[in-house]
Every structure is written in C-alpha cells, then in structure tokens.
C-alpha cells in the first residue's frame, strides 16, 4: 500500500507557505488512487512538526511505496499503479 506525507510546520517556528496547495494536490491524488485502485493508498498522514522541503515548491507530496512487510515485486507495481494515477491526475 501507498501513503501520502504533508508536513504542515505548525508546530516549528518555520514558514510553509505552500501547506494547503500540498494537501489539496495529495487530496487530488488520493482521490483519484481511491477510485481507480481502492484500497490501495493508505490515508493521507499529516505531519504537524515537519514540512520536508515541501515548502519550496506547491504540490510538493511524500509518497511512501511498500514498507519492511512487502517485496521489491509488490513495491514496483505499487509504483506502476502510482504512475497510472499520476498520469490521470497530472
């Protein structure tokens, strides 16, 4: 399964101006996964003390493929299926 990553920087001194661009883009995205491939993408974890350089760039995402529980096979059709959704979103 996949996951969404947006820091929001809420709880550190540091400016993110780009917190709800991100998140409406990994709505966006979700959205779409939800609907092409349901089940597949986990819900979308918002972290309140980090922003992950998402600050840089609007629609700046983390997306994590796989974890300790999946093989390299299941990772990279995760990561074929993520394309999909990105094509379609993009």
Known sequence: RLALV????EKIPLAHPNFRSNL?????V???CDEMYPG???PIQIQKDARYN???HPRSIIVEL???ENTLEEALL????????FARVL
Not at 24 to 28: C, M
Not at 78 to 85: F, G, K, M, R, T
Request: no cysteine; proline share 0%; net charge neutral.
């Open 66 to 68: 796989g974890s300790v």
């Open 24 to 28: 409406d883009f990994a709505h966006s």
């Open 54 to 56: 998402q600050h840089l």
């Open 40 to 42: 597949l993408m986990r």
């Open 78 to 85: 995760s990561a074929e299926l993520l394309a999909n959704v």
């Open 30 to 32: 979700k959205n779409v």
């Open 6 to 9: 947006i820091g929001t920087a």
